[in-house]
């Protein structure tokens, strides 16, 4: 499923280069890290750029497959207080092909685009209190390449390049590897972030290097399709289709779960698609009956704030100020193709032992169509955990902020579930005070009620 937007950038075949202060080329920081020259990578990605605004932050490559040249590219802004204690916090993108540079720029990061394409700062973003790392996966995605053979076409293999790309952040600032560390990300993201805790848990008994991993948070995640795909009842429900239509789409939806309960991947990802996403030759039933561009919050037709996002991302001066060379940027066809298979697939078993070993967190956006609240608690009732039954008679409580109603929150054991009221798709762009909010008490283990 694409839970973002396909790509019309296609992403360049870049060679791999040492560590080299020429712009024209992108900043691969492995071979320094490699040879011990720590902090002569860090000087090298650290980032100067006025329009900046003082923010520090450092940018560049790790090689996570050198037969392929697959290089991931990662940008870094430490906590503005309490550095040396601050948990550490991974940001993921869904699509699959989307940028984390959408997280970064119209979500939970210091700045947004304005509709003339500058930069303005923002009063509240997560690097404030929290260490962020930004990373564009799987290879392929935003300013990350790699060569055609190397594209990902699995989630094992999304999840070992996204460990490798950790060893080597690590290894770049080992100042913060006894800090709290924590996996985020939304909508496909939904995958990701549980295969790549995975894949920590796995390793980290045995490695020379472990990774502090204390939990993992998920917005809006497609982690399920075949008990997230409600989106007839849902959308009858809010009144964007009527009844007729309905009965249409829901048999477009039954068709599909049988063809992921058959294993047919490729045609339930068609399926999915013509309900509710589209292709670049095909509109969905959805667009086509609501007239609707937009399925990221239901109170509006279109979103131009990705589009904003993406015109500054690929200035000339920008390229040079965040080390990515001449490298193209990319959204996602190719990604999109190469995990085509992968899409109709699920990750929930691995929830049940992540559970008996972290805390996890999965928040909805209340106006969110994409994936909307009720196609993840369908997905939620459905898991198998430690505290599932305890789960299912939890007392939902208001979480309140300032006197106000930010959500809804229910728990058991290591599991929380969280509405966010009055947000969309992307919960801390509708709702940055409470996102905050929630990412703070969720790091430091403090009640929501």
């Not at 990578?41 to 100067?48: H, R």
Request: proline share 4%; charged share 20%; net charge negative.
């Amino acid at each position: 499923m694409v839970i973002c937007f396909c790509a019309i950038i296609v992403c360049c075949k870049t060679k791999s280069f040492q560590a080299v202060k020429d712009t024209t080329q992108p900043l691969i920081l492995t071979p320094l890290i490699k040879s011990g020259k720590v902090r002569e990578a860090q000087e090298a990605a650290e980032v100067k750029f006025d329009r900046f605004q003082g923010i520090q932050s450092y940018s560049g490559y790790f090689t996570v497959n050198e037969q392929y040249n697959s290089n991931l590219f990662f940008w870094f802004f430490p906590s503005e207080i309490n550095y040396e204690s601050a948990p550490v916090v991974l940001w993921l993108q869904g699509g699959p092909g989307s940028s984390s540079l959408i997280g970064l720029f119209v979500e939970i990061g210091p700045f947004q685009v304005n509709s003339t394409h500058e930069l303005e700062r923002k009063p509240h973003y997560w690097s404030q209190t929290h260490s962020v790392i930004y990373i564009d996966s799987p290879v392929g995605t935003g300013y990350s390449f790699t060569d055609k053979e190397g594209l990902a076409q699995n989630q094992t293999l999304i999840g070992q390049h996204l460990y490798s790309a950790l060893l080597q952040f690590f290894q770049l600032f080992p100042e913060l590897r006894n800090n709290k560390f924590f996996v985020t990300g939304e909508s496909y993201a939904g995958k990701y972030v549980p295969v790549l805790s995975y894949e920590i848990m796995k390793q980290n008994p045995n490695a020379k290097q472990k990774i502090n991993l204390q939990g993992l948070a998920i917005g809006n995640g497609l982690c399920d399709p075949e008990n997230q795909l409600g989106y007839a009842e849902y959308l009858y429900q809010i009144g964007l289709i009527d009844i007729d239509t309905k009965f249409i789409m829901q048999g477009m939806v039954d068709e599909a779960i049988k063809k992921i309960q058959k294993k047919q991947w490729e045609q339930a990802s068609d399926d999915i698609q013509k309900i509710i996403i589209g292709s670049d030759n095909e509109f969905s039933l959805y667009k086509n009956v609501t007239g609707f561009n937009n399925f990221f919050n239901l109170l509006y037709l279109n979103d131009t704030s990705i589009d904003n996002m993406v015109k500054y991302v690929v200035r000339s001066d920008v390229k040079a100020a965040i080390h990515v060379g001449n490298t193209s940027f990319s959204v996602g066809n190719e990604v999109l193709n190469a995990l085509k298979s992968d899409l109709p697939q699920s990750v929930a078993p691995l929830f049940t032992e992540l559970l008996d070993n972290y805390k996890i967190l999965l928040y909805s956006g209340q106006l969110d169509i994409i994936v909307a609240y009720p196609l993840s608690a369908n997905f939620i009732r459905k898991l198998k955990f430690a505290g599932s039954e305890e789960y299912k008679t939890a007392k939902r409580h208001q979480w309140i902020i300032d006197g106000d109603v930010a959500g809804y929150v229910k728990q058991a054991g290591n599991f929380t579930e969280i509405l966010v009221r009055n947000a969309g798709h992307f919960v801390p762009t509708d709702q940055p005070v409470w996102a905050l909010d929630m990412l703070t008490r969720f790091t430091a283990g403090k009640p929501f009620y």
